[in-house]
């Protein structure tokens, strides 16, 4: 259940000016080995501290894998015996 794709947009500012810079050209670099262009832009703020993201997964989901572990957990028996105990219970009262 992994996202497909991943998309980060934004800036990023540190207090001093000369860091941002240094961040951003480590950035670029690690950008430029890994082929992170496409998916991770940063831009440099240099007006100040922070950083804003915008992040963006995508993907799909097949409805097995998210009935699977539950049906799993169903088919043990101390959980059946639970859920039994808990039905009968509740129809009781």
């Known amino acids: 259940m ?6 980060i947009s934004g800036t990023v500012g540190f207090e001093d000016p000369a860091v941002t810079g240094l961040f951003i050209g480590f950035y670029e670099s690690i950008a430029a ?3 992170l262009r496409d998916r991770v832009r940063l831009a440099a ?3 100040g501290p922070g950083a804003k ?5 995508s993907g799909s989901v ?5 009935v699977r572990p539950f049906a799993v957990l169903y088919m043990k028996k101390p959980v059946r015996q639970f859920l039994q105990f808990v039905m009968d219970g509740q129809t009781r009262g």
């Open 2 to 7: 992994l996202p497909k794709r991943l998309d």
């Open 33 to 35: 080995m890994c082929n």
């Open 45 to 47: 703020d240099f007006t």
């Open 53 to 57: 993201l915008r992040i963006a997964l």
């Open 62 to 66: 097949n409805i097995a894998q998210l």
